[in-house]
Structures are given as C-alpha cells and as structure tokens.
C-alpha cells in the first residue's frame, strides 16, 4: 500500500520570502503521479504542480518548483517569492497511473506573514 | 465551462439519519470520485465510478455507497449516521481511460449531531 507523509504540520513565513515543504511517500509502484494541492480557507482543493515519476526533470509553475528524488521518494515543493494569498493548506498527493485514486499526505498549514 | 459542482453546501443531520450528496462533473468527464476529509486531515478515497460502473472503493463501511447516472453525475449515500461521518465530502471529476486530471468540486460540509 502506498502512503505519502508530511512531516512539517503547519509553517510561518514573512512575505517574499521562499519556504520548503517536505514530503515523502512509500510505493513498490513504478510508474505514478505526485501532486501538490493547495486547499485555502474557501476548500476548493486546487492542483499547485504536478510531476510524472518517468520524467527526471523537476516540474516548474511560475513560482512554485518541486525536488523529486525517486530514489529516496521524497517530493518538496518550494514557493519562491510567497504572497498573502499562498495561506493555505498544502497537501503532497500520489496516484499510481492507471488509477484514478488519489492517496493525500495529512497536509502542512503555511501562513504567510505580511 | 462550469467546474465540478456539489450540492448541497452544507447540512446538518442527527445520528442514525440518511443522507445523500450530489455533485455534477464537468462536462465531457466520465469519472467520478469520492473523498471524505476529517477535519485536520488529508482527503480519504471513498469511491470511483467510471461510466456508470463501480471502479474502486476505499476502506469505508457498507453503510457508504453511490451511484453515477447516465449524464455522469453521482450521488453519495450515507446510511446510519454515526458523529464519525461528520466532515468534508470532496467530488472529484477527471475524463477517465487513464487520463490523471481530476478536478475538485467545493465540497459538501456535512455535520452530524
């Protein structure tokens, strides 16, 4: 079974700054998906990046870039520049291809400080 | 276009009673998810349907189930409620036949009393 674990349950960075959040996942699985959701106090649960596990390269969008290390199954985003409006919660997310299931981390509540 | 689309936005049902959620996919898509997120927590798979049929289920009692309709969209039962239940529903729509994207409605807050 696959799971995904965010160690940093909530963060607190000024504005303009760059913040890290960890996460690290469990799977026998070969081929798969990982994602960062961002979840703001609305709940519309929105797709930050997402990052295909055969590609080496790491995903980039705008602002936000990620650090996939598929041997070591570790996948951090980090927000470069933040802003007021990244206050959210942030959940890492796997899906084996194939599958349209979706396994969450537990989440890390980021606030960013004016 | 519209997004995915729940309703109700939120209810309020008392331990024991049945209550049924619905959600819309965005047009063209023919999956449906479901996702039960407890306060604090991480969004838990519930169900898949893929036109009209059962894909998967996550480890939930016999008490949940759901149906897709012929347009695609779903309902989600939950029978005997129990304080437990009480959280986020999440639906998700992607276009299915290994496409990954799913899209999130707003979800249904349900509280049981």
């Known amino acids: 079974a696959q799971t995904v674990t965010q160690s940093q349950p909530e963060m607190s960075v000024q504005e303009a700054e760059t913040v890290t959040l960890s996460c690290t996942y469990d799977?026998?699985?070969?081929?798969?998906?990982l994602f960062w959701y961002k979840q703001p106090p609305s709940r519309q649960m929105i797709l930050v990046i997402r990052?295909?596990?055969?590609?080496?390269q790491n995903a980039t969008e705008n602002r936000f870039s990620v650090n996939f290390q598929k041997a070591a199954k570790s996948f951090s985003l980090k927000i470069s520049d933040s802003q007021l409006g990244d206050t959210a919660m942030y959940f890492c997310?796997?899906?084996?291809?194939?599958?349209?299931?979706?396994?969450f981390g537990k989440g890390t509540r980021l606030h960013i400080l004016p | 276009d519209a997004g995915v689309t729940q309703s109700p936005t939120h209810l309020i049902k008392t331990r024991g009673q049945q209550v049924t959620l619905r959600c819309s996919p965005i047009?063209?898509?023919?999956?449906v998810s479901w996702y039960q997120q407890v306060l604090g927590q991480g969004p838990q798979f519930i169900f898949q349907?893929?036109?009209?049929?059962?894909?998967g289920r996550g480890n939930f009692p016999d008490r949940f189930s759901a149906r897709q309709f012929p347009n695609y969209s779903s309902e989600l039962n939950v029978n005997a409620l129990l304080l437990g239940d009480s959280a986020l529903y999440l639906c998700?729509?992607?276009?299915?036949?290994?496409?990954?994207?799913?899209?999130f409605g707003p979800g249904t807050r349900l509280t049981v009393t």
């Open positions: 998700a729509s992607s276009l299915g036949q290994g496409d990954w994207e799913q899209y």
């Open positions: 799977t026998s699985e070969n081929n798969y998906y």
């Open positions: 990052q295909e596990a055969y590609k080496q």
């Open positions: 997310a796997f899906m084996k291809q194939g599958d349209d299931k979706i396994i």
């Open positions: 047009s063209g898509h023919k999956s």
């Open positions: 349907y893929y036109e009209k049929e059962e894909r």
